[in-house]
């Protein structure tokens, strides 16, 4: 950049000599050998430019590239709570086009950085050299055109945050229709999606003109006082040549305008660079409400971070959670119990009853309110979260699957399990023969969120993938929900076979599924009802009844067809 500089500033006085000495005196040779030295020049600027351009393209990439992966190791970071204060398609947004936007005005910081001050000061020096008197009608412009953008900058900066938001509710509107497209098929709402979508896309376009009718008057300004500027100066050096041809000559003229001229395009390349910032600093500051995101759940106070989990031995002490920390209303409350390693427990109760959320305490996906969560006597919080949730196995409601082989979607479970223990996980999930019918079996490549399966398939992949985890704890929350009670029940015998050490917690709506639990724990509105056998529920537990004469047919004890 310093190159292209230095190139800009001597082409002018390069020009003024060819006309005040060559021409004039009529000397070709000068004429050429100048001509010459312009050609060398121009090359050496090019080369400059060429690098500059290189290097400054390979930072702000690098640049971008950093960027990206800092804040998705952040997300990665963030804990439930987090992840709730910004959308998915907030997320997105800034992990691209707030990236993209950052990277745009570091590449051209970097390129415009010295060469725009430089030829703005080198130009400004020549043309006070060339003629003191005739530079104060710069000291009249340069004001004003400052001035002028820096209005136009200060307009445009909250109508460039707008247009970011807008971008997050377009990306968010296309996220939630492609991943609910079924839903919207099935429901005929085809026309409903794209209303809304047509409303998200004026809501960014009209975005986008409101800031461009703000920046587009930065181009006509710098016309209008550049044409005024020029005919000003030839008007007034023109006047001082006829009246005092000592005082300038035509070179020196010449010279004069085109340092005007790289004065003038010099500030607006600045006044260019503080338009681009203007929407950089709205993107940077999206970016850093992520990245200065406190992240809600650590470990960085753990007291055992060495510490592993042995056994899986788990106890509840008067645990309470609400998820609106400010709400008097307790999602669980007063929870108690304890479960010994290598135990079957269930949890049955009706929806909403704060199943899942109570058995998200265990590998903390969230941490109590009050109370106290103990892993082998030890509080979760005292170990690191890697050594708990490595402990954990988790088949969640909402099955899972990611894009790839289904071998690569079990290996979630261990990555180095070889393609024996493979197959054993998925024989003991009962997946072994569905996957054997594909055509590529284990290899069989699943389409994103595993859509090109089934729910019991799926239910069943998730199953397989816990098991191939080989937890102290496994937490299965209706996870065979979509599997018929025959195949359940063949699952079942597996985790009491093959995980007859780790603790097994069952959270079902089918009391079928829970029936055989060494305890049972009843659920109704965050409070424990009951703890026990099936049996001693069927004694003394209301709802336990309830559940059952409403799901098991009286005379024979099997669940009742609906």
């Given at each position: ?11 002018p006085?390069?020009?003024?000599e060819?006309?005040d000495v ?5 000397d070709?040779k000068?004429i050429?050998g ?5 050609v060398f020049?121009?090359?050496c600027?090019m ?6 351009a290189?290097?400054?393209?390979k930072?702000s ?10 804040i998705?190791?952040?997300i990665?970071s963030?804990?439930?709570?987090n992840?709730?204060?910004f959308?998915?398609g ?7 086009n ?9 590449n051209?910081?970097l390129?415009m950085f010295l060469r ?20 104060t009608v710069?000291?009249?412009v340069?004001?004003i ?6 209005l136009v ?6 109508r460039f945050a707008k ?6 509710n377009?990306n968010?509107?296309v ?5 609910n ?8 709402r085809e026309g ?12 960014l376009?009209?975005?986008g003109?409101?800031v461009m ?9 710098m016309t209008?006082?550049m044409?005024?500027?020029?005919v ?6 023109g006047?001082m040549?006829i009246s ?6 035509v ?10 001229t ?6 607006m390349?600045?006044?260019m ?5 203007s929407?950089?600093i709205a ?9 200065d995101e ?5 470990d960085e106070n ?6 592993k989990?042995?056994k899986?031995d788990i106890?509840f002490k008067?645990v309470?959670?609400?998820y ?15 479960i010994?390693?290598g135990?079957t427990?269930?949890i049955?109760g009706?929806?909403?009853s704060?199943?899942t ?9 969230y941490d ?7 892993v ?9 979260l890697k050594?708990?949730r490595?402990a954990?196995?988790m088949?969640?409601?909402k099955n899972?699957?990611f894009s790839g ?8 479970g261990?990555l ?15 997946a072994d023969?569905?996957?054997n ?5 284990y290899?069989?490549i699943?389409e ?10 799926k239910q069943?992949?998730c199953?397989a993938?816990?098991l191939l985890k ?6 299965l929350?209706d ?8 195949t359940e029940?063949?699952?079942r015998?597996?985790?009491k076979?093959e995980?007859s050490?780790?603790?097994k917690i069952?959270?079902?709506q089918?009391?079928?599924s829970?029936?055989d639990a060494d ?8 409070k424990i009802t009951?703890?026990?056998?099936h049996?001693e ?9 309830e559940i ?6 009286k005379?024979s ?6």
């Open positions: 950049m310093i190159i292209e500089v230095i190139g800009e500033v001597l082409m006085s390069f020009l003024a060819i006309i060559g021409i004039v005196n009529g070709w000068y050429t100048t001509c010459a030295l312009m020049t121009v090359l600027m080369a400059g430019g060429i690098g500059g290189y290097f400054g393209a930072a990439i690098n640049f971008g590239s950093d960027l990206r992966e800092d998705f190791k952040k990665q963030f804990s439930f709570y992840i709730d204060k959308s998915t907030s997320l997105v947004t800034r992990l691209t707030d990236v993209t936007q950052l990277q745009q005005f570091i051209m910081l390129r725009s001050p430089g030829m703005l000061i080198g130009a400004l020096i020549m043309a006070i050299i060339k003629s003191p008197s005739l530079a710069l000291a009249v340069i004001p055109l400052l001035i002028s953008l820096g900058i200060k307009s445009g900066f909250p247009m970011q938001e807008k971008i997050d377009l968010s509107n996220q939630e229709n492609i991943t497209i079924r839903v919207v098929k099935s429901f005929v409903f999606e794209e209303e809304k979508f047509k409303k998200s896309n004026k809501g376009k009209d975005a003109i409101n009718k703000i920046m587009s008057l930065t181009g006509p300004i209008v006082l044409g005024i500027t020029s000003a100066v030839v008007l007034l050096g006047n040549i005092d041809p000592d005082s300038m000559s070179g020196d003229l010449t010279a004069f305008i085109t340092y005007v790289q004065i003038l395009m010099s500030l390349m600045v006044s660079l503080f338009v681009f910032s929407r950089a993107s940077g500051k999206r970016i850093c409400e992520v990245m406190k992240v809600s759940l650590t753990a007291s055992e971070k060495d510490k989990v042995s899986g106890e008067n309470a959670f609400s609106y920390k400010n709400s008097q209303e307790k999602v669980i409350e007063n929870i108690n119990f304890k010994e390693h135990k427990i269930g049955i009706s929806t909403g704060g199943k959320t109570l058995v998200s305490m265990i590998p903390r996906l109590v309110d009050e109370g106290e969560v103990l082998d006597g030890v509080n979760v919080k005292d170990y690191s050594n708990l490595d954990v196995g088949v969640l409601q899972t699957l082989s289904i071998a690569e979607n079990l290996r979630w261990d180095e399990a070889s393609d024996e223990e493979v197959i054993a996980a998925a024989k003991n999930s009962q023969l569905f996957i019918s594909f055509k590529d079996g290899e069989h699943l994103q969120g595993g859509v090109n399966v089934s729910g019991g398939q069943r992949l199953i993938r816990a080989k937890p102290k704890i496994l937490i929350d996870s065979t929900s979509a599997v018929d009670t025959a029940a063949k699952i015998a597996t985790f076979n995980l050490d780790s603790t069952i959270i079902a089918r009391i079928s829970v029936m305890e049972i724990i009843v659920l109704n509105d965050g009951g703890i026990g056998t049996d529920l069927m004694q003394n537990n209301t709802e336990y009844q059952y004469s409403s799901q098991m047919d005379n004890g099997r669940e009742v067809s609906r």
